[in-house]
């Protein structure tokens, strides 16, 4: 089976300038998607070709297992969750200001983005900023078994009320760079990482008060520190030597 849509509807109009969306609305049976004005404006030459994005307005609520045809982990994650944001932009610059996510008290989001040249993929960069991502326990095991194999075998099943901040830019060259620093119960750290074209991941991970009794549930053991320098070949799947 495949995705249920339910009062799906939108009314579009285009002509040699622009483009209007409006009237948009998508509907499953526990999300919805809705914007009441898109408008696109362009102009193209033989030397070149401009758009303006004017900025519109788009929010929702997306409940995961309705999208369980697509992946099946997502049958178990039944939460909604509503997000909101808005986007504006041209040929040069396309800006997401503010894009917000919440589930009640368990998952809030702020970020926010700029993707330069978008119709350009070799300039084309992606750069986003998250001033504060959040997971409440009760959300964390719905999140992690999707993407984590054997979750409830590893250590990161101890994680607790994550907490995370940080910089996330995939350039030109595509490099995808990212720093940041992320809090939970066992202990906080941060990072500065590099994933290159070689698909090698390269960089720091730093911390001063891992709980490592939590972690091993020995209560003789305490708070740790540490400093790693990471290299590793996710092709190959080995850690590589470092310097």
């Known amino acids: 089976s495949g995705l249920s849509l339910h009062d799906t509807h ?17 509907s499953l049976p526990h999300s919805h998607i809705a914007t009441d004005s898109l408008i696109v404006d362009f102009q193209h030459s033989e030397k070149d070709s401009t758009f303006t994005l004017h900025s519109t307005p788009i929010a929702g609520t997306i409940t995961p297992n309705d999208l369980a045809s697509i992946e099946k982990k997502l049958q178990s994650f039944s939460t909604p969750i509503h997000f909101s944001f808005s986007i504006k932009g041209d040929e040069k610059t396309i800006t997401i200001p503010d ?14 983005a700029n993707i330069s040249h978008p119709t350009n993929e070799k300039l084309r960069e992606i750069d986003s900023h998250i001033s504060y991502f959040n997971l409440k326990d009760e959300e964390i095991p719905n999140i992690a078994n999707i993407f984590i194999p054997n979750y409830e075998d590893s250590l990161i099943h101890h994680i607790k009320d994550f907490t995370y901040s940080g910089h996330i830019k995939y350039n030109s060259t595509k490099e995808l760079l990212s720093d940041g620093h992320f809090k939970t119960a066992i202990g906080s750290a941060e990072y500065d990482i590099i994933y290159d074209t070689d698909k090698t991941l390269s960089g720091i991970i730093s911390g001063d008060s891992l709980h490592i009794g939590k972690i091993l549930n020995d209560k003789q053991l305490g708070i740790a520190s540490f400093n790693f320098d990471v290299t590793y070949n996710t092709a190959s799947s080995h850690t590589l030597p470092t310097a």
């Open 10 to 26: 939108f009314k579009l109009l285009v002509n040699s300038q622009q483009a209007h969306l409006t009237d948009f609305s998508i």
């Open 99 to 112: 894009f917000n996510v919440h589930s009640g008290n368990n998952i809030t989001l702020n970020a926010n």
